[in-house]
């Protein structure tokens, strides 16, 4: 068993695209590897700023040879027949074929050992389409050449069992070696390796650390040894260590200084300044107050012990932080009402208007909510819904436009505005993600909810509808917001009321009406269907099966989701009864005689059930089952005690049981049968009260 070890080494590859593009390298190798009937041991790949290495150990020499076995034509078959299948077989006689009896006829085989392919020539072949067919998110050109990759590739390293595989991009110029490179500045001469094990060692003392993880943990260990020795601690943010693991190959972590003239703006712009520009990692006290101290993540070993880098550092941060606080102080001299005639000026969407047509959509809509919710004061969320999008235009969101809505917070506080007035602002961009805060506060909760759902009416009304991957005006994070704000804070809304409420602020706009591409109800029916199916990401890490929300949303009047999540649940539990999985069962049984019957005889039996028909006791057993049963579920549903509907459901399963036994649906009498497929009906109906059980996979 031999070792593959090998290395595609570039300029430096962005940190976002790393751990993707090392796993991808991985399963395409792996799949690859299987498909030649390679077996292996052991596959793992790494990824540093400029390379992405793989190693694969125990891979044998050769493929396996197999028996490869071939029918040819059947015995009797024209004669040319069997000429074209021995041409193909290579064989000028019969001698090499046998005859086999297939099915009652007897056929030629030919059965022959195919000798496997040498390893060495496959991974030539295999590591180079590799190269040519990766997908990087991002890609150019470099020179004359027609190659693509993320940033220059300059060099492959490919040893298999310590030997050079002669992978060659032949248009580029680049042919396998057993070189690598080692630290840019500390060790740029090349390095030749022999192994896994060497290439490994022989990296570090070029002052490389190959593996992602472990870079990350140099970091977080020395972060927090620096934190602690100065009674602090590292503000928690995995997304930027995992960056900052990214961007350097021997990763040194230092601390610097923040002036104390900077502290009095805001958290969230020191952080945002230090983070997004800088890549530095803001230390808190002990209480969780943002300290006049950073870290920052250096990829070298300084002789002066990183003296002059901390200096340097400290000196581009003074500098940014100087135009923050310019922005910070200056915004603050503008109130933010005077700034709303402003956002005129910012369009939305070239069909949908500007920002500030948006507000004066959003303001009348957001007091609809409130008034629907109950328990938010108008003023209030009027005066929220004007401000809520004033600070667009503000130095600091220009500059920094992930701060957004924090910084109208800060303002309209600085400014005297009711404080819930003021938390509106900030939280009505929220949930931004799943683990993002859900808004809570009635204010908050009636702008942030009118601020999506004027979106999705927008986007939708003029066909900007997802496609696919693609969501250009991330409608799907605001559907899920929406979905998150209704059900987190358990909000009796009808849906559909809403969208065409929606629409119909829109539709005061001269120019929307000539942009709109569907009707009110049409475009309600479309945000349903499109919040069912975020209903069931929404809800599958709470192991919630996607199935059972399509059935309820296929009601067609399921539009309040507190509502919609209460059946979801009632009817996972009473599915997940004996009683609950034998009651489909009959469901899926009684529906598939009544689908059949009513396509052979052209009419629908939805019709009433005719007492006087009825010919056994099952029959009057199980209409009255079915009348009781949908009166239960009529006032089951009403007070919306939907366990006690499914229970009313499950009281049905016996009787269905005792009729499938003793009575034969297709009677011979016309009348009868048609009696009979209306009483299967009728079961299919009760279910429909509850959910579309058609739609409930098993």
Request: hydrophobic letters at 45%.
């Amino acid at each position: 068993m031999a070792e593959l070890l090998f290395e595609l080494f570039s300029e430096e590859i962005p940190a976002r695209m790393q751990s993707a593009a090392a796993e991808q390298l991985l399963a395409t190798v792996i799949a690859r590897l299987g498909e030649e009937r390679l077996d292996f041991e052991r596959a793992e790949s790494y990824v540093t700023p400029r390379r992405l290495a793989l190693v694969v150990d125990g891979l044998p020499a050769h493929q396996p040879d197999v028996v490869e076995d071939r029918r040819g034509p059947h015995i009797g078959a024209p004669q040319r027949a069997l000429d074209g299948f021995m041409k193909s077989a290579g064989l000028t006689t019969l001698d090499g074929l046998e005859v086999r009896t297939v099915g009652g006829a007897g056929y030629y085989y030919l059965s022959r050992t195919v000798t496997g392919r040498s390893t060495r020539e496959i991974l030539r072949d295999l590591l180079t389409a590799t190269i040519e067919t990766f997908a990087w998110p991002k890609s150019m050109r470099w020179g004359s050449d027609a190659m693509r990759w993320v940033r220059p590739l300059q060099n492959i390293l490919c040893l298999f069992d310590g030997a050079v595989v002669a992978v060659a991009l032949r248009d580029h110029g680049l042919r396998a070696n057993d070189v690598t490179f080692g630290h840019r500045f500390l060790a740029p001469r090349p390095i030749t390796v022999t192994s896994f094990g060497d290439y490994c060692g022989k990296l570090r003392d070029a002052s490389v650390v190959l593996d992602p993880r472990e870079r990350r943990e140099l970091i977080r260990a020395g972060a927090e040894a620096l934190a602690s020795a100065g009674g602090l601690k590292v503000a928690d943010d995995p997304a930027l260590l995992d960056e900052v693991a990214g961007l350097v190959e021997l990763p040194v972590v230092l601390a610097g200084s923040i002036d104390a003239q900077f502290m009095d703006v805001p958290r969230e712009v020191l952080t945002t300044t230090m983070r997004a520009n800088q890549k530095y990692f803001a230390l808190e006290t002990a209480g969780g107050a943002l300290a006049p101290r950073f870290l920052l993540v250096a990829n070298i070993e300084a002789k002066d012990g990183g003296a002059a880098i901390v200096a340097g550092n400290e000196r581009v941060l003074r500098a940014r932080l100087f135009d923050a606080k310019f922005f910070w102080d200056q915004d603050r001299k503008t109130p933010l009402v005077t700034r709303v005639p402003k956002l005129a000026e910012l369009v939305f969407h070239a069909k949908l208007g500007t920002i500030g047509e948006r507000v004066e959509r959003l303001r009348p809509f957001a007091r609809e909510l409130a008034g629907t919710l109950r328990s938010a004061d108008d003023a209030l969320v009027d005066r929220a819904a004007l401000l809520c999008k004033a600070d667009l235009v503000t130095g600091m969101v220009r500059e920094f436009p992930e701060l957004q809505g924090k910084m109208g917070r800060y303002y309209a506080l600085a400014e005297g505005e009711d404080p819930q007035v003021a938390d509106a602002i900030a939280e009505h961009y929220g949930p931004l993600g799943p683990n993002d805060r859900c808004p809570t506060a009635p204010v908050s909760v009636a702008v942030a909810l009118a601020d999506k759902l004027d979106m999705l009416a927008g986007f939708f009304a003029i066909g900007e509808k997802p496609t696919g991957s693609r969501d250009p005006f991330a409608l799907r994070r605001a559907a899920l917001g929406a979905i998150r704000v209704i059900v987190e804070n358990r909000l009796r809304l009808r849906l559909r009321e809403q969208f065409v409420a929606a629409y119909r602020h829109y539709a005061r706009q001269a120019a929307f009406a000539g942009a709109a591409t569907a009707a009110p109800d049409d475009v309600a029916a479309e945000l349903l269907e499109f919040f069912a199916d975020r209903m069931k990401g929404h809800l599958r890490g709470s192991g919630v099966r996607h199935d059972l929300i399509s059935a309820v949303f296929a009601l067609g009047d399921e539009d309040d989701l507190v509502r919609a999540l209460a059946r979801v649940t009632a009817l996972e539990a009473f599915l997940a009864r004996p009683d609950g999985a034998n009651l489909l069962t009959a469901y899926k049984r009684a529906s598939n005689i009544v689908r059949r019957e009513e396509a052979k005889d052209g009419v629908r039996y939805d019709g009433a059930v005719d007492p006087a028909l009825f010919a056994q006791p099952e029959e009057t057993e199980l209409f009255a089952e079915l009348e009781r049963t949908a009166a239960e579920i009529r006032a089951a549903s009403a007070r919306e005690d939907f366990a006690a509907a499914m229970a009313a459901l499950a009281r049905l399963r016996p009787t269905v049981d005792v009729f499938f036994d003793q009575v034969t649906v297709n009677a011979e009498d016309p009348g009868l049968r048609a009696n009979r497929l209306k009483l299967l009906a009728g079961i299919r109906a009760a279910l429909a009260a509850v959910a579309d059980f058609s739609k409930i996979e098993g």
